[in-house]
T-cell receptor, first 114, second 114 residues
């Protein structure tokens, strides 16, 4: 069964901490994504990557960075966590562009910044 | 940027009845894909149904079907014979052809009453 695995289901961090959210997929997908999900706002794209070491900004990249050193792993980094980054974070992956494939999602990490 | 609008934050349906969730989108593209995702309390996003814009025939997956109106930029989801397990958040999503990043609506929370 294909999978996208997010390392933590729940996470509590302090303001100003550096936070790493990890995502691993086992489907050999080229494309990986980080979204944050907030009530009433749906899913908003933070960053995505279409290849190793490649990254593109999404709609809300401020305060975040990403790393993709290996094809299967895509990390989201909060350089200095703030309370307004308390949210649900979803990782997803998909195969190449000209397909009608949807995404495969991880189960999400609920991050609370105190 | 493309936008996806779900105008119903919450919907309710009686078990075994039919419910329709609305979605509209804004795009200047002619080729694209549309999706409905389900997010149950487990938080795992599940692809329910997909539609290619070039196909006039509406997609159907068992009890789930769509009404795709390309000119009106409308993509509603019909759930027939609703079951308790259908209770979830439902997200409408748009993806441009040959482009990876997907745009989501704000979601509709569906309650199924026994």
């Amino acid at each position: 069964d294909v999978k996208v695995t997010q390392s933590s289901r729940y996470l509590v961090k302090r303001t100003g901490e550096k936070v790493f959210l990890e995502c691993v997929q086992d489907m050999d997908h080229e494309n990986m994504f980080w979204y944050r999900q907030d009530p009433g706002l749906g899913l908003r794209l933070i960053y995505f990557s279409y290849d190793v070491k490649m990254k593109e900004k999404g709609d809300i990249p401020e305060g975040y960075s990403v790393s993709r050193e290996k094809k299967e792993r895509f990390s989201l980094i909060l350089e200095s966590a703030s309370t307004n980054q308390t949210s649900m974070y979803l990782c997803a992956s998909t195969a190449g562009t000209a397909t009608n494939y949807g995404y495969t999602f991880g189960s999400g990490t609920r991050l609370t910044v105190v | 940027a493309q936008t996806v609008t779900q105008s119903q934050p919450e919907m309710s349906v009686q078990e075994a009845e039919t419910v329709t969730l609305s979605c509209t989108y804004d795009t200047s593209e002619s080729d694209y894909y549309l999706f409905w995702y389900k997010q149950p309390p487990s938080r795992q996003m599940i692809l329910v149904i997909r539609q290619e814009a070039y196909k006039q025939q509406n997609a159907t997956e068992n009890r789930f079907s769509v009404n795709f109106q390309k000119a009106a930029k409308s993509f509603s989801l019909k759930i027939s014979d609703s079951q308790l397990g259908d209770a979830a958040m439902y997200f409408c999503a748009y993806r441009r052809y040959n482009n990876n990043d997907m745009r989501f609506g704000a979601g509709t929370r569906l309650t199924v009453k026994p």
